[in-house]
Structure formats: structure tokens, C-alpha cells
């Protein structure tokens, strides 16, 4: 049975932010992932997570400025200083949290431009070394036009090329059930090819990223396909309820329970 991990970024927003891991425990969550911990500190997301027994599955490495716009520096020659600094700064967190993986985002550039390729290269390795150093994973995800328009990494192929060719023992890709099928289609063939290097998986309906189950993909039967193909990990809920995070959770109760 799957292993879903509530996204407050976008569930139980009803909550300060604080508060919204009581919520997802109350729910029947038992694991919490979220875009950024940067504005708290450390110790405070340590105490939730500790206080109401949930595993924290997942979060960014820091992304530049995200309220101007930025999407992520990796791509971007030159912020490299700042996307080692911003390892360090993840990397405090993730210590206080327990946390076993981590995403880096790519940031906007021109996915043909060779100064990008080389730069996000070169941010992809010394970030995989640096996390492995610790026992922590890296996962890169495939982001699709619509939702983050120029963003470099917009290919699962190529995501997964990249993977393959740097062969790093920590570096995976994650796997996004809702990119997926805006950018491709063809979910479930592309799950069963990539599996071998997937870390991370997560779900939203499309096209209009809300509940599992209220778009036009299978989310029952894909989730099954999961358990079928022996993943073990997170599944991380980053949709946005339609109306209201708790009214919204009828497709969860056949999963409520499963432990992470």
C-alpha cells in the first residue's frame, strides 16, 4: 500500500503553517513534505515532526529568491556559489529533521543552451557528492511548461539520460505523476521504464491539480501499479483541494493508516 505524504504547501493551508503538521496528523497522515523550511528555524519543524510522529519525506534545497520569481539556481552559471551555500544551508535541516532526500530545483534557462547544460551539470554532481557525503539522496524532477513556463529540466527522457550518464549512487529522479502526464502521457509505460532510478513519487489530478481522482488520469490504478512495481517509497500529495483540505480527503481513507 502506498506511503502518501501530505504536502503543506498546498494541503491544510486553512493552518499557519506550524500548525499544519497537527492537522495532517489528525488526518491520518503519517509522513509531511513541503516546498521550503527556510522561514522557520530547524528546531521548530524538528519539535512537529517529533510531537505528532510524522516522517518528514522530502523538501527543497533552497531556490534563490522564490517570491521574485526564481525557480531554482542549478542552471544558472553563475550562482553556483550560492547553490553551495544553499547545500549547507539544506543540509542543517535535514539533519534536524531526519529527512532522506532532497530536491534540487533547476531554475529558468533555456534547456538547448550549452552554458545552462554545463552549469546544472556541474550543480547536479557537487550536489549529489555533498548530500552523499551525509547518506542523503538528490532527486531532480521534470517540471512541465504550463505550470512553471522556462523551466530548464522539462524532459523526463532527458532527465533520466542525465541520471543514467553521471551514475551517482545517490542521485534519482522524482517522479511526478501529474508532470508526467502534462508533459508526455503515457504515465504508467514511463513509470515501469524509470523505476530503477525513481526516489520520489508525486500525485495531483490533471489537469487541474487537485484531489487524486477527480481528473482524467486512474490515480487508484496507478498507485496499485506502485505496489505492483515494488516502490517502497513516499508518495507525496502536492495538490491543491478544491475546497477545503480535510472535505477533500474521501480518496485517501482506503490508504489511511499506512505507515511510514
Given at each position: ?33 513541503f516546498l521550503f523550511p527556510y522561514e522557520h528555524p530547524p528546531e ?17 534545497l533552497p531556490p534563490g529568491d522564490f517570491a521574485a520569481g526564481e ?178 480527503l474521501g480518496w485517501f481513507a482506503p490508504y489511511r493508516g499506512a505507515?511510514?
Amino acid at each position: 500500500m502506498p506511503r502518501f505524504a501530505a504536502n503543506l504547501s498546498m494541503m491544510f493551508t486553512e493552518h499557519a503553517f506550524l500548525d499544519r503538521f497537527a492537522a495532517a496528523a489528525d488526518a491520518g497522515f503519517t509522513a509531511v513534505e513541503f516546498l521550503f523550511p527556510y522561514e522557520h528555524p530547524p528546531e521548530a519543524i524538528a519539535e512537529r515532526l517529533t510531537r505528532h510522529g510524522l516522517t518528514q519525506a522530502l523538501f527543497n534545497l533552497p531556490p534563490g529568491d522564490f517570491a521574485a520569481g526564481e525557480r531554482g539556481l542549478a542552471a544558472l552559471p553563475e550562482r553556483f556559489e550560492e547553490v553551495k551555500a544553499g547545500v549547507e544551508t539544506a543540509l542543517r535541516y535535514a539533519e534536524a529533521t531526519g529527512v532522506k532526500r532532497l530536491h534540487l530545483m533547476a531554475g529558468l534557462a533555456d534547456a538547448a543552451d550549452p552554458q545552462a547544460k554545463a552549469a546544472y551539470r556541474r550543480a547536479v554532481i557537487h550536489v549529489a557528492e555533498r548530500l552523499g557525503e551525509t547518506g542523503l539522496d538528490l532527486v531532480l524532477e521534470p517540471i512541465n511548461a504550463r505550470n512553471m513556463p522556462g523551466y530548464f529540466l522539462n524532459d523526463f527522457g532527458a532527465a533520466a539520460v542525465l541520471i543514467r550518464d553521471l551514475d551517482l549512487p545517490n542521485l534519482k529522479l522524482q517522479f511526478d505523476l501529474y508532470h508526467c502526464q502534462i508533459l508526455h502521457g503515457d504515465v504508467t509505460t514511463r513509470l515501469r521504464a524509470l523505476m530503477p532510478i525513481v526516489g520520489h513519487v508525486q500525485t495531483a489530478s490533471v489537469p487541474d491539480r487537485h484531489e487524486p481522482g477527480t481528473g482524467e488520469m486512474d490515480d487508484a490504478f496507478l498507485f496499485a501499479e506502485l505496489d505492483r512495481l515494488g516502490y517502497d517509497g513516499f508518495v507525496g500529495c502536492e495538490y491543491i483541494p478544491a475546497a477545503g483540505t480535510v472535505a477533500g480527503l474521501g480518496w485517501f481513507a482506503p490508504y489511511r493508516g499506512a505507515r511510514a
